[in-house]
């Protein structure tokens, strides 16, 4: 992976690398620059390097441009894929240097992905005044079921958001729910917004989700085995989940398999302990590849009060695994469509979430493997990029208005073309 840092030592712009990277000179401006905060573990940043992968592969130029280069899948970006670090201390830092990119590489567009750096975006948009059209993402809701729990800056997001519309070109929701706060509380107009779910289902998710995984506890067919994944933050809810499952206890044996880290972990490896279910609870941490243990459970379980779409649990279902989730704003009653294609329960509800984890052993004859692959199908890789590729053609023919098509606008036809005619992710 070549990695370019756009601030030399002295602080000013330059091409000096981070320690241990390539120099990465851009060979033509790029057709599109994906703006994101870093490449920690979660669902975002994991879609992010799919479009990315999924756009290149169409034959368009792709760079990623980080606030920070770090994070656990810093090592699963492709070779082929530049990337810039901005080496920022905060994000209201990056706007700046952002805007210096893109007077340098002029990319056709800009798609930015969560809160504040979409705000970044959009500022370093109308700063480098290069005619780059910027698409926001909009990953989680803006509602305080979100976030209540983080700093006080995410509150002021929907404000921010109705500031800078005039200036935002195009905005992309992952659900509907999404997409009707963009218009309700950030007063997006309708015809800015998309509605685009994510990237999770493509050609090489069937291999990864057949890899062999070895746990103690997925040998044993006479307990059953939960997973859930995420990061280890307020938002998903572990604590209800670990509640619910020491009152299932009471009824039937089970053990749980947690991926993931985060801040919370000492919090909730004492609160196993408290509830009596240490012994039955297993903290695994971040895993690259988290499919083979949802492929080999009896079900996946999302405890979330809040969630913008939830990748997790449409690769539950590709896994063929059935799915116990809350019914939070917004994503997973859209992805199990109300409950045709999973169990929903409300959120923060201990009690509910148990009895649904009682009713395990026949949740498999409920859900049949098929059924809930052919679900999860809906939501493939060539399908998203199918509709980011309509969006930035859309965008170069605006600009283009009144004008012969552009090379820009040929590449985005040409694009689309292909992957249309490929229903099959090519990554």
């Excluded at 959009?122 to 926001?136: F, K, Q, W």
């Excluded at 509640?243 to 196993?272: D, I, N």
Aim: charged fraction near 20%; aromatic fraction near 6%.
């Amino acid at each position: 992976m070549a990695v370019q840092s756009l601030i030399a030592p002295n602080g000013t712009l330059g091409t000096s690398l981070q320690a241990n990277a390539r120099h990465c000179a851009l060979p033509r401006p790029p057709d599109v620059a994906i703006y994101m905060h870093d490449l920690a573990g979660g669902g975002v940043e994991r879609q992010t390097i799919t479009l990315a992968q999924e756009l290149q592969a169409a034959g368009l130029s792709v760079v990623l441009v980080l606030h920070r280069m770090r994070g656990e899948l810093r090592d699963t970006i492709p070779s082929s894929i530049p990337v810039v670090d901005l080496h920022s201390r905060r994000t209201l830092h990056d706007v700046p240097l952002l805007a210096r990119f893109l007077r340098r590489e002029r990319p056709s567009i800009l798609i930015s992905n969560l809160d504040h750096n979409n705000v970044a975006a959009v500022l370093a948009t109308r700063l480098a005044a290069t005619g780059t059209s910027v698409v926001i993402c909009q990953h989680n809701s803006l509602t305080s079921a979100f976030s209540g729990n983080l700093n006080r800056s995410y509150r002021l997001i929907p404000f921010l958001y109705r500031m800078l519309s005039p200036f935002t070109d195009a905005a992309v929701a992952v659900s509907e729910g999404i997409a009707d706060e963009l218009h309700t509380m950030a007063h997006i107009p309708r015809h800015k917004i998309n509605l685009i779910h994510n990237a999770v289902i493509g050609s090489g998710f069937q291999s990864r989700a057949e890899q062999p995984v070895t746990h103690r506890w997925l040998e044993d067919p006479e307990v059953p085995v939960f997973v859930t994944a995420g990061r280890l933050v307020p938002l998903k809810d572990h604590e209800t989940l670990l509640r619910a499952l020491a009152l299932h206890h009471r009824h039937r044996r089970s053990r749980l398999l947690v991926l993931g880290t985060g801040p919370l972990l000492g919090y909730l490896e004492a609160l196993a302990c408290e509830l009596g279910i240490d012994d039955a609870v297993d903290f695994l941490g971040f895993q690259e590849n988290p499919l083979p243990y949802f492929r080999r459970a009896d079900a996946f379980v999302l405890s979330s009060y809040s969630e913008g779409f939830g990748n997790v649990l449409v690769e539950s279902l590709g896994c063929g695994t059935p799915v116990i989730s809350t019914d939070c704003e917004h994503g997973p009653a859209e992805i199990l469509d109300r409950g045709r294609y999973g169990a929903l329960v409300p959120p923060r509800n201990p009690q509910v979430l148990a009895e649904a984890m009682d009713m395990v052993a026949g949740l498999r004859e409920r859900w049949p493997s098929g059924l809930l692959k052919a679900r999860a199908a809906e939501f493939s890789n060539a399908n998203c990029v199918a509709g980011y590729t309509q969006l930035c053609q859309s965008l170069a023919s605006e600009r283009a208005t009144g004008v012969p098509m552009t090379k820009t606008s040929r590449l985005w036809r040409n694009a689309l073309a292909l992957v249309s005619a490929d229903p099959q992710s090519t990554c």
